[in-house]
């Protein structure tokens, strides 16, 4: 990566130098010509100031030419007809051409200076020439000096020019190794850093870097390392609560399996005669199986629950008539318990499954009868507030320890294991509960106090958030 910085770096580099260079070198050449003319514009004027127009022409100008100038430079002096009246580099000055067509004459007579680049025809050489107007205006003082184009001043400046260039290339290639190294060095410390993880290990140390996009590299991987973390560790977590369930399922069914089997080889080995023995022991299996049908109903509609089920058949439940249709179906077993129970509830309906919310109140309104001694109460009260239906499942039975309240809505977990077994349950019912609560995205409070009764109270919003 560093190298493919550094290449297109370079490239770009000498490309701007090329076309700067290039700039530079085109305008810094015409600042040179002009300042050569203007120079020699001043020596042309100098030239008139020490000339006798009067006296010999021909000789001062060799004079002139070869004391104060430099050998190259060429000095002429036409008349306004265009006559050579004088020349420094020609002896025969009347052998000389007319000269009033020579462009930078032309334009001296007319404007007072002129200039022009052409071969010479008296001395054969590519020259650059200026000329002006004397201050008599009688005559036009004109310099040649060797000159073929613009080059020519290029050439002086290119040492220079090409100098400047290297030590910009080198400086600029210095800054740029150290600019890539700033961007390399970060990436590599980051990639190496990311390329430690094995498995679930996340525990990165990136450092601070001075770009920001840097610290989002390393910002974001540590989020995404810690969320799969949190994923995995939620995975393990349900893989564990699934083990369990499994292996707490065989077992609670294995109890029931293993009395039906002892009672059924009994009867069949035909020890059993007496016929009220008999019939205790079909009594027995039929309750045996009747455990295992509410166990295995129990199990199935938690998996349905957890696995939030798509078919869930949605309507308009009445609060009302459902706790008329529980209360019908729990008054027997009430009745077994000596248990009173007792209604309370506004005209509420909500848009739920009604399969669901029958189940969530007869579990709790049969826990309170369970849960229960002879001459005890449940009372059920349903409401509405702040956009939310109640449920309130009361009881004055024997009520559930601080420890235990943390503990009773897992599953399989019963306070008294014994007496839950006897009255059918499963140590399901609380967990279908919970579960059915929370696909209503409510919740469910719990106050008790053991002697006393227990109170739980179901919150359920009429909106289903799922
Ligand atoms: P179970 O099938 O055993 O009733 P639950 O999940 O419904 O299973 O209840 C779990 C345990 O919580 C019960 O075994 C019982 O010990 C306790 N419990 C539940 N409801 C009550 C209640 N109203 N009063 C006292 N204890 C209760």
Redesign the pocket.
């Known amino acids: 990566m560093k190298r493919a910085i550094m290449l297109r770096f370079v490239v770009i580099l000498l490309l701007a130098l090329a076309v700067s260079g290039a700039f530079s070198y085109y305008f810094i050449g015409r600042n040179m010509l002009q300042h050569d003319m203007s120079a020699m514009l001043n020596t042309i004027h100098a030239v008139d100031y020490a000339l006798d127009y009067s006296g010999n022409l021909q000789e001062q100008v060799e004079k002139l030419q070869a004391e104060a100038m430099d050998a190259s430079s060429r000095i002429t002096v036409i008349a306004s007809d265009g006559t050579v009246a004088a020349d420094s580099e020609v002896d025969r000055v009347d052998s000389m051409e007319n000269h009033l067509e020579r462009e930078e004459v032309r334009e001296a007579f007319e404007t007072g200076t002129g200039r022009d680049t052409r071969s010479s025809e008296s001395i054969g050489e590519s020259m650059l020439y200026v000329a002006a107007r004397s201050s008599n205006g009688s005559y036009v003082v004109r310099m040649a000096v060797p000159y073929t184009n613009l080059l020519d001043y290029m050439i002086s400046i290119f040492p220079v020019l090409l100098l400047g260039t290297c030590i910009a290339f080198a400086v600029s290639v210095i800054l740029a190794i150290r600019f890539a190294d700033t961007i390399t060095t970060p990436l590599n410390e980051i990639s190496e850093e990311m390329g430690k993880v094995h498995g679930a290990q996340t525990d990165f140390s990136f450092k601070q870097y001075k770009y920001k996009e840097l610290n989002v590299i390393s910002e974001t991987t540590m989020k995404m390392a810690a969320e799969i973390q949190e994923h995995m560790d939620q995975l393990e977590k349900e893989k564990k609560i699934r083990q369990e369930f499994f292996s707490n399922a065989s077992h609670e069914l294995k109890t029931p399996i293993t009395s039906v089997r002892g009672y059924a080889e009994l009867l069949d080995q035909g020890f059993i005669q007496d016929d009220a023995t008999k019939k205790d022991f079909y009594a027995r299996i039929l309750k045996e199986t009747d455990n295992m049908t509410?166990l295995i109903n129990?199990i199935l509609m938690i998996s349905r629950l957890e696995a939030k089920e798509a078919e869930v058949t949605f309507s308009t439940v009445r609060i009302g008539p459902l706790l008329t249709e529980i209360f019908e179906s729990a008054e027997p077993i009430a009745a077994d318990y000596q248990v009173m129970l007792h209604k309370e509830c506004s005209p509420v309906s909500i848009e739920a499954s009604a399969k669901q919310l029958r189940e969530l109140i007869m579990?709790?309104v049969?826990?309170?009868i369970?849960?229960?001694h002879p001459g005890g109460n449940?009372w059920v009260e349903a409401w509405s507030e702040n956009g939310k239906l109640y449920i309130r499942?009361k009881?004055d039975?024997?009520?559930?320890s601080k420890e235990?309240q943390e503990?009773?809505?897992?599953?399989?977990?019963?306070?008294?294991?014994g007496?839950?077994?006897k009255?059918?349950?499963?140590?399901?019912?609380?967990?279908?509960?919970k579960h059915i609560v929370e696909y209503y995205s409510g919740s469910i409070r719990l106050e008790?106090e053991p002697g006393k009764?227990?109170c739980?109270t179901v919150e359920l919003p009429f909106k289903k958030r799922i």
Do not use: A, H, P, Q
Request: hydrophobic fraction near 30%.
């Open positions: 509410n129990d579990n709790l049969s826990n309170g369970k849960y229960n449940v499942v009881d039975g024997c009520g559930i235990e503990r009773i809505f897992e599953r399989f977990y019963r306070v008294d294991k007496r839950s077994k009255m059918g349950g499963t140590g399901l019912g609380l967990s279908i509960v008790s009764g227990s739980f």
